[in-house]
């Protein structure tokens, strides 16, 4: 495990082998860290120059865990350019998870593994993400935001439930357009019958 200069530890944490926490970062008490989790790596900020040539952005913030938090393994938490990034009181990553800079993620959510979250996002309180969620950045989620697993959050979401698909929408209506789409087929089938049966009655109107 590796802590560099100014790292600040609370009482009663566990940390495993193969740690990096790297200098200026924050830990609280009872946190939990897994192996080979990097907390505190350069947040990934580039400004293209003229000639299209990436130049780094300095990050030179940090970032905080509250208390009792637990990371699961092969967890990266960036580092802010600016201010800390936050992983608020009583939080749960799931392994293979990544939170890029100046994210704050709301007191006691969850995040499940392969999910990911883009700069500059606010979750709320009590917010999951499942499994190989995507967030992207520069958006707020409200507490009590569900989203189901392999969604792609692409907005902000004012209102607290359960929400799915990419780009994710409510639960519930995501489910009667996925009923809709399983009988496609039916529909396609009954369209076509019935522009038979107009082409027959215009043909017999016109006759008349």
């Known amino acids: 495990t590796a802590v560099l200069e100014n790292v600040k530890i609370g009482n009663n944490c566990l940390i495993y082998t193969n740690v990096s926490i790297r200098e200026n970062c924050v830990l609280g008490n009872n946190v939990i860290i897994h192996s080979n989790t990097v907390i505190g790596s350069d947040g990934f900020g580039y400004i293209p120059d003229e000639k299209g040539v990436y130049n780094k952005v300095p ?4 970032v905080v865990l509250e208390d009792d938090v637990e990371l699961g393994s092969n967890v990266s938490i960036d580092r802010a350019a600016l201010g800390s990034t936050i992983i608020k009181k009583g939080v749960k990553i799931d392994n293979l998870v ?10 006691h959510s969850g ?4 999910s990911g979250v883009a700069g500059s996002t606010t979750i709320g309180k009590h917010c999951i993400l ?3 969620v995507g967030v992207t950045g520069h958006i707020e989620l409200a507490d009590r935001v569900m989203i189901t697993a392999q969604s792609g959050v692409s907005k902000s979401i004012a209102k607290p439930g359960k929400y799915r698909g990419s780009p994710a929408q409510d639960l519930g209506e995501w489910l009667k357009v996925e009923a809709h789409l399983r009988n496609i087929g039916v529909y396609a089938e009954k369209i076509k019958k019935l522009e038979e049966k107009i082409a027959f009655l ?4 016109s006759q008349t």
Do not use: Y
Not at 111 to 114: F, K, P, R
């Open 98 to 107: 990544q939170i890029a800079h100046n994210v704050v993620i709301g007191e």
């Open 59 to 62: 990050q030179i913030g940090n």
């Open 202 to 205: 215009e043909k017999e109107f």
């Open 111 to 114: 995040i499940a593994s392969q």
């Open 130 to 132: 499942a499994g190989q």
